[in-house]
């Protein structure tokens, strides 16, 4: 084992201690995985989860359903079924109309356009 130690390669670095731009502070790469072997791991975590999900989801109906529970638990529950059942949605995010900035130059406009154009803008998009 003390042959590894010190066949252990000196990498040149600059005064900071940084290694020099176009130099790897690791020349041989880090250790492979073995072939196929998460491939094997990924499949038994996904067969153990799906093993475990009638559990999970009679656990989250009997939460919604318990009148005694605290509301923020129920409603953490019932987010949790349909976010299970549908899917989480979908963000969608606007592109601005870019025809309306055609020929703007921004340098002309005073700060207090600029302020006004940010305050409309987020305004805008709090619906």
Known sequence: MSDDINNVVQIPRDHKGRFPKG???NPSGGSQPKTGAGDASKK???AY???KVRRVADQ???IIEDPHAPAGARVSAAKAWIEQGFGKPAITVPAPDEAQYEGLDVDQLSEETLADIVRASAKEKRG
Do not use: N
Request: charged share 15%; hydrophobic share 40%; proline share 0%.
């Open 60 to 62: 989250l109906l009997a």
């Open 23 to 25: 130099v790897s502070g």
């Open 49 to 51: 989860f799906r093993s």
């Open 44 to 46: 038994d975590h996904t």
